[in-house]
């Protein structure tokens, strides 16, 4: 065992048995670095990330190359997801040094905790032109053993120019039509009008973009923005990308066609595709979308809810084949004769022309992953739900992909988001109640007695890491959704306090940027700031879009210009490169729609009449309405205040930019002053 077996990260557990004298990142690491008189080999991983469990099987389990490192290095390891800023810092560095980045992430830095050189991989021999590990550990420790003062020049120099790397491409203003207009014209000629989807190959799901899509149309009645959206949405579903029989999506797709997915299966992603599909379903109505939603949000109860009621992080994408080796997607792959063997000759025939079984294979071996190929022929319904059941029950008899249950908060806001949401469009309380349980463990276990969220827990267990931006603004979006749906006032009070911690600690008082890191977080050689959208929202837009909706709920002037001046930023990247601000599109459709205002007052808020305005409140597609919902007189929502009954009638009010339209009782007059 190193120093690694009492840390609470299942990335960093698994190197605990290491040879190699792993030091979890810390104070003491760099200072032993100094007492040394050696450099430090950062390197930087998560559990699912396949081509880590290649590199720690082939050099960090090695008992020579860990010998090597422990006699020339303090070896530092760290899991990306409990420290995004970390990562952040140093991906930067690798990225700006050789143009590209990746796990693992292999970065050598001075005492000082300087990089002075980069890379991600590297394999036990030389091979595709890439040196060995071996040869690129002995050329860092002849580097410093002999030209240490030129290697401090270079760390220095990058240190340098990493400091001036600041954001100075944020607009005066929040995006306006013509922005919103431009990057709906660059999204559609990036599009891939014959596979959906954005770009070529890896391809990965844009749920932000479809988010802003969804947005827009419902904004403007922009036919192509639908369009695109349905597409996208139908060719990731029928594709390999879905997990066809148990829900749910992996990484990416390798290929442009959604064929041949990266077989990790994130909770980030399912939680933005599961409110995406739920979305597409509330604007169009698609039976598609409605089943892709359900069986999202029921993978994720079912494979990634914790015993404390949280939402682990991922699945990995390599489990034993059965014989005992560990191989990328052995879990979810099948050939013929496997369809022929669990299901019988004729059945077997028929589920290989359903999911595009072939005797080649459309993955490694012969082997293929499942999809919904249009082969134009007609299947009888009950014989596939037969033939599903019964694959689904042999697959879970295979030895499954390893489970990483750490619980990121920023992640676990998302799924709250999602899970409220789909309960209430769809009639599964079973879903919002388990959003709810989520929401309490980040309020037991995640939130201090100063309501300083922290970024990871572990069985019931909090980690050592202070949360960033994006647990803040994601963890308040996630309290905001339970808000509307379950009139819960407790939840806006929540969503507020962080909020307050976003404006205090992460926000620049006199442009209104907003930082990755809080004022009073670990000083780094940089503090991490990107406004850009990757696999999740990036922090600023998702505290952009926390804070409008906020400011919607109560008014308050200091959210709301606080939201605008976050989406400066948006102004200048919208336009320019849309594929990578797709939430910030997409809070700036809401901040042009108003956002509006939805106020239930009701006698009972469970009664009939109640629910189905309530319910027709929550399936507007205004972009980032918020409601509300209670008792006359109640003070959980500051919208309810001043609204009375009519003829003590369960009333709907509807306001935006400080207007309001006449009260109704009626819930298709409600849904006509929705979608207007």
């Given at each position: ?31 032993e670095a100094r007492r040394r008189g050696v450099p430090v080999l950062l390197s930087v991983g998560y559990s699912a990330c396949h081509w880590c ?63 002075f050189y980069f890379g991600t991989y590297f394999p036990p021999a030389p091979r595709h032109g890439m040196p060995s590990f071996r040869q690129v ?200 004769e496997q369809l022929d063997a669990v299901l019988g000759e004729d059945d077997g025939r028929l589920a290989a022309r359903y999911f595009g079984v ?319």
């Open positions: 065992m190193n120093r690694l077996a009492g840390e609470t990260s299942p990335y960093l557990l698994q190197h605990a048995d290491n040879p190699v004298d792993w030091w979890p990142w810390g104070a003491d690491a760099f200072e469990h290649v590199m720690a099987h082939e050099s960090f389990e090695d008992q020579a190359t860990a010998d090597y490192l422990n006699e020339h290095f303090v070896n530092i390891k760290v899991d990306r997801e409990e420290r995004p800023d970390v990562d952040a810092v140093y991906m930067e560095a690798v990225q700006a040094a050789t143009g590209q980045g990746g796990w693992p992430m292999t970065v050598f830095l001075t005492p000082d905790a300087e990089p550990l002995e050329g860092v420790q002849q580097a410093w053993s002999t030209r240490r003062d030129e290697v401090g020049e270079v760390a220095g120099k990058i240190v340098r120019d990493l400091s001036q790397r600041e954001i100075s491409h944020q607009g005066t203003r929040p995006p306006g039509e013509q922005e919103l207009a431009q990057a709906l014209l660059g999204l559609t000629r990036e599009y891939d009008p014959q596979r959906g989807g954005f770009g070529g190959a890896p391809k990965f799901p844009p749920s932000m973009v479809l988010e802003f899509l969804l947005r827009h149309h419902a904004r403007t009645g922009a036919e192509g923005a639908l369009q695109m959206a349905q597409d996208t949405c139908e060719r990731m579903a029928r594709g390999g990308l879905y997990d066809q029989l148990g829900g749910g999506f992996a990484r990416y797709s390798v290929d442009r066609d959604w064929v041949v997915p990266h077989f990790e299966k994130m909770l980030y992603d399912n939680a933005l595709l599961c409110r995406v599909y739920a979305h597409l379903w509330r604007a169009t109505g698609s039976g598609l979308a409605r089943r892709v939603a359900l069986e999202t949000a029921d993978f994720l109860v079912r494979e990634l809810r914790t015993e404390e009621g949280g939402f682990a992080s991922a699945l990995d994408a390599d489990s034993d084949d059965g014989t005992g080796r560990h191989v990328e997607g052995a879990y979810y792959v099948w050939t013929s072939t005797d080649e294979g459309t993955f490694e071996h012969g082997r293929s992953v499942l999809q919904l190929p249009e082969t134009g022929e007609e299947f009888d319904a009950d014989r596939i739900t037969s033939v599903r059941s019964r694959l689904l029950r042999e697959r879970s008899e295979r030895p499954a992909p390893g489970r990483d249950d750490k619980v990121v908060a920023a992640w676990n806001g998302l799924a709250i988001a999602a899970l409220a949401e789909t309960g209430a469009y769809f009639d599964r309380p079973d879903l919002t109640e388990a959003a709810l349980g989520a929401a309490d463990l980040l309020v037991r276990v995640h939130l201090d007695e100063h309501v300083r969220l922290a970024r990871t827990s572990k069985d019931g267990r909090v980690g050592p890491n202070a949360g960033v931006l994006e647990d803040y603004a994601d963890v308040a979006e996630g309290f905001l959704a339970l808000a509307s749906v379950t009139g819960e006032g407790v939840w806006l009070d929540f969503a507020g306090l962080l909020l307050d911690h976003v404006l205090a600690r992460f926000t620049d008082p006199e442009t209104g940027a907003l930082y990755d890191t809080a004022s009073d977080a670990e000083q780094l050689i940089r503090r991490p700031q990107d406004p850009t959208d990757n696999a999740t929202p990036s922090g600023w837009s998702a505290a952009a879009g926390a804070l409008l909706s906020y400011a919607a709920h109560t008014g308050s002037e200091q959210h709301r210009s606080a939201a605008e001046r976050a989406l400066g930023v948006v102004q200048t990247l919208g336009p320019r490169v849309p594929r990578f601000v797709g939430w910030g599109l997409a809070v700036a459709e809401a901040l042009l729609d108003g956002p509006r205002e939805v106020a239930i007052v009701a006698p009972d808020p469970a009664a009939e009449a109640s629910a189905a305005l309530h319910r027709t409140a929550l399936l507007a597609t205004a972009p980032g309405a918020v409601v509300a919902c209670g008792v006359p007189g109640a003070e959980e929502f500051p919208l309810l205040a001043g609204r009375p009954l009519v003829a003590g009638e369960p009333t709907a009010y509807v306001c935006r930019n400080f207007t309001c339209d006449a009260p109704t009782t009626d819930p298709e007059r409600l849904r006509t002053a929705l979608s207007d």
